[in-house]
């Protein structure tokens, strides 16, 4: 198919460009990555359809979209705005475009203006660190490793504390802003509050946000930061001021990575099944070697597995876990490939 002549809502009635937006088919993925690959100059407007379908969330079944169609063909007859010339034929599609072309550029509107706000209203990620300080904040969540916290804020928005994290709360949250100081790893679900922006500040980053849900990681003794997206837009910035580094804007499945050292964001984009499984700590593994089962453990639990014998490279393990503890999860691989372990710290030993 020739897609040099689709016009952004071409791209948005077409379920696997959905799909590829959602990141949720990988086949849909590899689809579109091929596209963009043969048909390069179609990047910009992929991106704009991508985006727009991210924030229209057109993610609905196409029962749910053939009743939402006929509501808005209804609508449109009812208030006279439906004309159709004698002789032709108009396709219900064709409404549909037009209300999602109409509505997308509503939402890209407030989109913009709320970030241009952001962006002259409010303070540099440097700004903002350099202000956090101590007789500012006060602790309301610390775990240790290993364990989780979840913590409601006193505007309702939830926070999911990782292991080793450490969150603070500004002592005038919700009266004049909504600032928090996080050392360590956390999931957002932020409520919303246009007039109050949600800034989740670290050593590394400063995430600012309206109302949405995001992933914040940022341990003090780690060579990257990042912030994994989830639903809503998210400003990032830098809070190194020696670094200059330009502010990067998320939308949904979107991850900005920095590196220490580095002078700009390193942008990806990742599954949604793969930060739903950090929030459940949901880890399935299927004939996994120890690379894949140390990267799972890494990422869920933040330990460093090492094996230093030999037997390792034959390290084989099945199997599914939710909301375990790590050491039930060691006990299980260690038990089918007759290893012991010994943990300190964030470090874990394997012994056979």
């Known amino acids: 198919m020739d897609y040099s002549l689709h016009q952004i809502e071409d791209f948005l009635t077409d379920d696997s460009f959905i799909a590829y937006c959602y990141n949720d088919d990988h086949a849909a993925v590899a689809k579109w990555e091929n596209i963009l690959a043969e048909n390069p100059q179609l990047n910009q407007k992929v991106n704009e359809a991508r985006e727009l379908c991210l924030l229209l969330n057109i993610k609905i079944s196409p029962a749910e979209k053939a009743v939402a169609l006929e509501r808005i063909k209804n609508t449109i007859s009812a208030e006279g705005e439906f004309k159709p010339v004698k002789g032709s034929i108009i396709g219900i599609r064709n409404y549909f475009t037009k209300w999602v072309a109409f509505a997308a550029a509503l939402l890209v509107a407030a989109g913009v203006f709320a970030l241009y706000q952001m962006g002259n209203n409010y303070p540099s990620g440097a700004e903002l660190y350099s202000a956090a300080i101590d007789a500012n904040y ?23 504390l990782n292991g080793l994290s450490t969150l603070k709360i500004a002592n005038d949250y919700n009266a004049s802003n909504r600032h928090l100081l996080l050392s360590g790893e956390a999931f957002f679900s932020v409520t919303k509050n246009k007039h109050k922006p949600f800034v989740v500040i670290t050593g590394k980053t ?29 400003k990032v910035q830098s809070t190194q001021p020696d670094l200059k580094v330009e502010d990067i804007t998320l939308v949904p499945g979107q991850k900005a990575a920095l590196y220490n050292g580095n002078k700009a964001f390193t942008q990806t984009t990742f599954y949604a099944k793969d930060l739903q499984n950090w929030i459940d700590r949901k880890l399935i593994f299927k004939s996994a070697g120890l690379k894949e089962i140390a990267a799972k453990l890494k990422t869920v639990y933040g330990v460093d597995v090492i094996a230093k014998d030999k037997a390792a490279d034959d390290l084989s393990f099945t199997g599914e876990f939710t909301g375990k503890e790590l050491t039930e999860i060691l006990d299980a691989i260690g038990f089918t490939n007759h290893f012991t372990y010994k943990q300190t710290g964030n470090s874990v030993q394997l012994q056979f």
């Open 206 to 234: 400063a995430t600012t946000a309206l109302g949405t849900s995001f992933k914040v990681e940022s341990y003090s003794n780690a060579k990257v930061a990042s912030v994994m997206l989830s639903t809503g837009k998210v």
């Open 138 to 160: 006060k602790l309301i969540g610390k775990t240790d490793f290993g364990h989780r916290k979840l913590i409601k804020l006193p505007d309702g928005s939830l926070v999911l």
